[in-house]
C-alpha cells in the first residue's frame, strides 16, 4: 500500500475512537496543495475537530487529495458536510467534495447517502399522534414528514415511529439531545443493493414481506406473536430446512434468509431428494427463526415457485443430520406436492402438447439434443416432463455443476419438434436454448495425444 497518514494534531485515535460517535467523521478530496492547517481554518468553525489527517503517497510525500476531519459529534460532522461542500477554500483551487466517511466496520460496499443521515427511528407512546411526534421533535430542526408504525389488522400505533429531517444535522441534534426515554436512533437505510427498476426476485417487494423495512432488530420480533407456537406443539430450533422444486443459488437465499436479523449461517445443500434444491439455514435465536419460518414458508421464489421452510432440530442426540435432512425434504415434497409430477405446475410462454410415455431406457437413441440453461438448470423431472411430449423420449439428463444437459430420442421428427417448441422459450422463469447435440461424426479428427 502506498498510501500514508499525516496527523498534525497529536491526537491519534484508535479505530474505536474514529466511529465514535457514528458519522463523526467528513471525507474530503481536496486540492493536493492543501495544507492540513487550511483545512483546520475552515472546517473548525462548526464543531470541536478532534483530529486531520491527510492521505500520502509513501514514495513522494506529496498529498494523494484526499483527506478526513474527525469530529466530536455527528450534527457537527454533518454541518460540515452540508456548508463545505462544492466550496473553494482558497482562490484557485477545485470545489471541495465532502462526504461522511464509511464506518470502518461496515460490511456494504456502497457510500454513506445524505437521505440515509436524515431520517430517524424513535420509541413513543402508543397514545402518539403524527402532529404528537412533530411537536416534540421540531424543536431540533425542520420536519419533512413524520409517520407512526401501526398494526395492520388493528390500526393502533406499535409505539413505533419515524421522523425525517431536512437536513442532516439536524436529524443529528434530535439523536444528540432529545429526551433518551425516545431511544432515538439513526433509521437504518434501504437495502440498495437489488436495483429498484428492476422487479424484485422475490415476486413480491421486500417492504411486503419484511414490514416494517427500517425497524431495528430488537424490535422487528415483536411484531409476531410467539405464544402461538408454545400452543400448538411443534418443535422449534434455531435452524431451518428449506426445500424448492427449483434449484437453490447461495448467494440469493443468503440474501433472502438475512433479510431477517441474526442469521448465522446459510447453505444450500447437494441434492439430497431427486433433484429438489435444498438448504439448510440457522439464526443465532429461535425468535429469529419462527420469524423467518412465519414470513418465508410459502413464499414464491421465484415466482410460480413456493418455498417450504420447516424447522430442522437435530436433538443434540448425535442424530444423523444428513439423514434427517434428507427426511425432512422427502416429507415436506410429499406435503407440497413435488412428488407427483403428474401435479406439477409449468410456467411456460411455449405451447407444449399432452405428456407422453417415455420408451424403454435400452432403446437405441437416433438424435441426442444439447439443452442451455439460464440463469440456472431446472430439476430432471421438469425437463423429462416437458422433453417426454414430444414422443420417442429415451433419457433426459444433467451435467453436474453446468447449467447444460442433454434429451435423448429414438426418432429425429421428435427431437425436431422438441426443437422447434423449446428453443428460445422460457419455463419456470428459466430460458431454454435447445439445438442438435453435436455428434462424435460431426468432429474434425484430431491428432492423438502422445507422451
Known sequence: ???????????????????????????????????????????????????????????????KGIAFVKYAKSSQACRALERMNGRC?????????????????????????????????????????????????????????????KNKATGESKGFGYVRYLKSSHAAIAIETCDQRFKAILAEPRNKAVNAAEPDYHGSSR???????????????????????????????????????????????YSLFDLVPGLEYCEVQ??????????????????????????????????????????LNDGGD????????????????????????????????????????????????????YVFFNPHPLTIDVMEDIFCRFGNLVEVFLVRGKRFGYAKYTEKSSADEAIATLHGKTVNGVKLTVMEAESRRDKPNKRQKTY
Open 270 to 311: 447437494p441434492d439430497l431428494y431427486m433433484s429438489y434444491g435444498v438448504a439448510v439455514i440457522q439464526y443465532q435465536n429461535i425468535a429469529a427463526s419462527i420469524y423467518a419460518k412465519y414470513k418465508l414458508h410459502g413464499f414464491e421464489y421465484p415466482p410460480g415457485n413456493r418455498l417450504g421452510v420447516t424447522f
Open 207 to 253: 417492504r411486503d414481506m419484511m414490514a416494517p423495512e427500517h425497524t431495528p432488530a430488537m424490535y422487528l420480533y415483536e411484531q409476531y406473536d410467539y405464544s402461538a407456537y408454545d400452543k400448538s406443539g411443534e418443535a422449534v430450533s434455531k435452524r431451518l430446512i428449506v426445500v424448492s422444486r427449483l434449484p437453490l443459488v447461495q448467494e440469493q437465499m
Open 89 to 149: 477554500l482558497t482562490d484557485g483551487t477545485k470545489p471541495l467534495k465532502v462526504f461522511i466517511a464509511q464506518s470502518r466496520g461496515s460490511s456494504s460496499n456502497r457510500d454513506v447517502e445524505y437521505e440515509d443521515l436524515t431520517r430517524i427511528f424513535v420509541v413513543i407512546p402508543k397514545s402518539y399522534t403524527e402532529d404528537d411526534v412533530k411537536d416534540k421533535f421540531k424543536e431540533y430542526g425542520q420536519i419533512h414528514h413524520c409517520s407512526i408504525i
Open 318 to 369: 448425535g442424530t444423523d443430520l444428513t439423514k434427517m435432512t434428507s427426511q425432512k425434504v422427502a416429507a415436506q415434497a410429499y406435503e407440497r406436492g413435488y412428488a407427483t409430477p403428474q401435479t406439477m405446475q409449468l410456467l411456460t410462454d411455449a405451447t407444449l402438447p399432452a405428456c407422453k410415455k417415455k420408451v424403454l431406457s435400452d432403446s437405441e437413441s437416433k438424435e441426442s439434443l
Open 1 to 63: 500500500m502506498s498510501d500514508t497518514i499525516e496527523d498534525r494534531s497529536g491526537f491519534r485515535p484508535s479505530t474505536e475512537d474514529l466511529d465514535d460517535p457514528p458519522n463523526s467523521r467528513v471525507f474530503l478530496v481536496v486540492s493536493k496543495s492543501l495544507s492540513v492547517d487550511t483545512i483546520r481554518g475552515r472546517f473548525s468553525k462548526y464543531g470541536d475537530i478532534q483530529d486531520i489527517w491527510v492521505v500520502k503517497d509513501k514514495h513522494t510525500n506529496e498529498s
